[in-house]
């Protein structure tokens, strides 16, 4: 058994996606290594999930000690997703590294994430002309019980057969059914929810003997570190950062699964990328006098040796008010 430095590397970037957005993980990393490492499937699926295990939990103990985290939320999402993984872990036995069934789930599975990324961005453009905020405090939501049971069960039957779905998928179905929560309140209630169940998961997958250990420790060693990193960004950043963010992560996640190749999937994402600067350069305009200037001032004051007073100063771009240091 020994460590591949290319998957270390790999999964240090997917990592860092995942402490930051909570999604990301299985949509990223198991394409990654079937694709690139010409990994089979099955194996790659349960390799991942078995990583998982000690990568989600590094993310979750940062918003947990920031005080991001639902846990009675969490709880209703693991009362359906945890039974619902080992029932996914086991038909990933019956199907196969073949299966038409398997990539059929995936393909769907990639046109629901896509559809959950173009609601996101209409929310976000309705937000903004409304002036709504999307800001609410995890701990005061109204919970919805039965939905959100549904959401794990949902959510741990897919991730026990594709190991997709502890994030990107749980995160679009929480964002719907609470849309007024923050975004970094929102990572943090997902990533922790994803602890039991990508632990449901990989059990069922050791049980059925696809892991191999070797890219195992690869992905362990370089996400690890990364989440962790990328955790501190996501608990501590305004949701106008964070939020974009997910949305990127969930539509690259989607155009993966619903079958892009590799090679357009990266021009595609290339030309997003270059469209959403371009619009923003377009609607901000901050080569504008008096546009740049207070967004400059704001950051200065607000580094290290700032006097604070820059909380008078309102940065143009802002959703809303920023999460605390």
């Known amino acids: 058994m020994h460590a591949n430095p290319y998957i270390v590397l790999g999964s240090a970037v997917v990592g860092f996606l995942v402490g930051l957005t909570g999604a990301g993980g299985g949509a990223l990393m198991t394409p990654m290594l079937i694709l690139i490492f010409g990994i089979t499937p099955s194996t790659a699926i349960s390799s991942d999930l078995v990583a998982a295990v000690l990568m989600r939990p590094v993310g979750a103990a940062v918003h947990l000690r920031k005080g991001t985290v639902n846990l009675r939320l969490v709880g209703w999402m693991v009362l359906g997703s945890v039974p619902m993984a080992f029932l996914g872990a086991y038909l990933l036995h019956l199907l196969g590294d073949g299966s038409t069934a398997q990539a059929n789930i995936e393909r769907a599975l990639g046109a629901a994430l896509l559809i959950g990324a173009a609601a996101m961005v209409l929310r976000y453009v309705l937000d903004r002309r409304s002036g709504q905020k999307r800001e609410a405090v995890v701990h005061d939501i109204t919970r919805r019980p039965l939905l959100t049971v549904g959401i794990g069960m949902i959510g741990g039957l897919i991730v026990g057969m594709t190991s997709v779905g502890s994030g990107s998928l749980m995160i679009v179905l929480l964002l719907f059914l609470y849309p007024m929560i923050g975004a970094n ?29 070797s890219v195992t420790t690869s992905i362990v060693i370089g996400s690890v570190p990364a989440v962790l990193i990328g955790s501190f960004f996501s608990s501590r950043a305004p949701d106008r950062f964070v939020r974009p963010a997910i949305t990127f992560v969930i539509f690259a996640s989607g155009l993966k699964y619903v079958g892009l190749a590799t090679t357009a999937l990266g021009w595609v994402l290339c030309a997003v990328l270059l469209a959403a600067g371009g619009a923003w350069l377009g609607y901000a305009r901050p080569w504008r006098s008096g546009t740049l200037t207070p967004a400059v001032a704001a950051i200065g004051e607000s580094g290290p040796g700032g006097s604070g007073s820059g909380a008078e100063t309102e940065d143009p771009l802002s959703t809303g008010p920023e999460a605390p240091a």
């Open 185 to 213: 309140q929102l990572v943090g209630t997902d990533l922790t929810q994803a602890v039991p169940l990508t632990l449901a998961a990989a059990l069922g997958a050791l049980a059925f003997g696809h892991v191999e250990f």
